[in-house]
């Protein structure tokens, strides 16, 4: 190292010619790193291959300078043996840079017409020397060793697997022959070898050591991959120049935050720009994701993403794309580790440790595994232990006392309310055909999940406002007399396009109601088809009630209703219907009112 300090720093300085001390320098270098195969050669074969880069390039301008081969290898009489030891170096020849730099070289070297024996020994030295350099995806070598008679062959592609397989070996071997956690690894040069991957990670020969040092078990960790390396290889897989193994990209995952936090913020951008999908599109999209199983299999991998779910939805808490995305990365989390093997599975509370365990268990319960006829109870326990929890918050928000504590558990409760929502489609539902009885507990949860702070209004007026809206669909689904009166139409209306400045439900909150009233109700199908008709058509959120009928649907099929089933679905498929046409009649006339706005 210390011999090359000069070098470096000459190579800095611009200068007309090289000399033999250089070559003689680099040489060494070369011959050094050619006697051994241990991990501290490959880690400074990969740190100076830059410089080694820069060093051919200006051999190969000496090269063209000179005014033949007999008089370079006058000059630089260590040429043959420095360029020939390169060509043999399987780190050199992997990286692009070095073998398109050695390749021109020997190129330059090549006497088309050899005037004495030293330049027709050096064409057939050079001739040799290039098969190895050449492969059939090289155009240009191709076409040269035409030229020059010589068959491709990919000798350096060969050379380099079997590299990689020797060290892909040693990797596997070491790293299985460990006893016991506690028991020093003898996979040491895990590190350094994996340095020395830097440079091949966009090598398709190189992907089997790649594989292999993701894959280490994890309790080689006196042996860290080095990030390095973890970074390469990171943004090599995400340009898609790098195809790894399913287990390869999970434990890149288990390794690399960034990367880790890269696959979730992709998969929330995909949701915001298909806001459109359907409920089951976004299912789709999600169990196709191997985040769940990466979150299945590494519990620290669920924290990470949880955490970032969680974070997002603090800046977006009324985004309904974010809040059904973690509703259904949830839902399809849970299915996967049901079917994990009992001896690899962790307990969910381990998943979940910032959400009250009191609260954890009967969320995570799902509608089917309890009988339909316990579903009030259910909620309604629910509702009252949530209850609780913003009563303490409010007392502490009153005498001032920790106040922050009290709200964060408040909304890590509303989080976890917020990932298990299939209890507040059930209590939508509940709402939807309940008559008289107290729904106090099923209003005030609804009304929570929807607003879950008092940032920017008062829980308590919105829980007022939630029943009044409530009290007035049961009126109107009561009415049998048609055509319907058009104040309480109106008035719907107006409730579904709040003013600004002033409090009021969220108007999904009140479409939700709508829709399952709806679907539930007694009223006559061509009836309630007529009320939803009107008041989305008049409130231009057709698309929105599409989606919450979606969503009905599919959780309908998933769970158990006994009683009405057919009626049920078969007033789904008449709303989607309508809905539906009136869809394919809004675009014509969007599309003439936006060409007589041109």
Known sequence: MSQLQPLIQRQQMTKPLLNVQDMQIWLDKVVAWGQTDSPDTQKDTSLHLKKLSSYLRELLTHINNTSSTSETMKTLPSIGQFLGRLCWNPYVTADDTSRSLLFQCLWGLFSEHPTNAVERKANQ????????????????????????????????????????ASLQEKIVTNCNSLISINQR?????????????????????????????????????????????????????????????????????????????????????????????????????????????????????????????????????????????????????????ALMQPQKCVPLKSF????????????????????????????????????????????????????????????????????????????????????????????????????????????????????????????????????????????????????????????LLILSLLVNFAVFSQQSLSGSTRILQTVVDRTGLVDEAARILSSLERRLNEGRLSEGTNRVHLRIKELQKALKHMHAEQKPAEKQAHTQTL
């Open 125 to 164: 030295w050079i001739r040799k020397v290039l098969c190895q350099l050449t492969t059939e995806e090289d155009v240009v070598a191709q076409a040269l060793m035409k030229s020059m008679g010589i068959p491709p062959e990919e000798y350096h592609v060969k050379v380099l697997k079997k590299m990689v």
């Open 185 to 337: 690894c003898s996979c040491d040069s895990v590190r350094a070898t994996s340095e020395a991957c830097v440079p091949l990670v966009a090598c398709p020969e190189a992907a089997p050591l790649i594989d292999a040092l993701l894959q280490r078990p994890v309790n080689c960790v006196r042996a860290p991959l080095s990030q390095e390396f973890l970074d390469a290889v990171s943004s090599a897989y995400s340009s898609q120049d790098l195809s790894l193994e399913e287990q390869s990209v999970l434990s890149l995952w288990y390794h690399s935050l960034p990367s880790l936090e890269k696959a979730v913020l992709n998969l929330l951008e995909s949701v915001f720009t298909n806001s459109g999908s359907t409920p089951q599109k976004m299912e789709e999209q999600v169990a196709q994701s191997l985040l769940l199983k990466a979150c299945a299999q590494h519990c620290s991998i669920f924290l990470v993403v949880n955490d970032i779910f969680r974070n997002f939805l603090k800046q977006v808490e009324a985004n309904e794309c974010v809040k059904s995305l973690i509703q259904t990365f949830t839902s399809c989390f849970l299915r996967e580790v």
């Open 352 to 507: 979940f440790p910032q959400s009250s365990q009191s609260l954890l268990v009967p969320l995570l319960t799902l509608p089917s595994d309890i009988p339909q006829e316990a579903w009030r109870h259910h909620l309604n326990w629910l509702s009252g232990s949530l209850q609780r929890v913003t009563e303490e918050e409010e007392e502490a928000d009153g005498d001032g006392s920790g106040s922050t504590r009290r709200q964060h558990k408040v909304f890590e409760a509303w989080f976890l309310l917020v990932q298990c929502a299939h209890w507040i489609q059930v209590t939508v539902q509940l709402l939807g055909t309940s008559g008289c009885e107290d729904c106090g507990p099923l209003l005030w949860l609804l009304t929570f999940y929807h607003h879950p702070t008092n940032r920017g209004h008062n829980r308590a007026l919105q829980l007022v406002h939630v029943k009044e809206v409530w009290d007035h669909l049961r009126s109107l689904f009561s009415i049998s007399a048609h055509p319907f009166p058009v104040d309480y139409l109106q008035s719907l209306v107006t409730m579904l396009s709040p003013q600004p400045q002033q409090p009021s439900a969220s108007p």
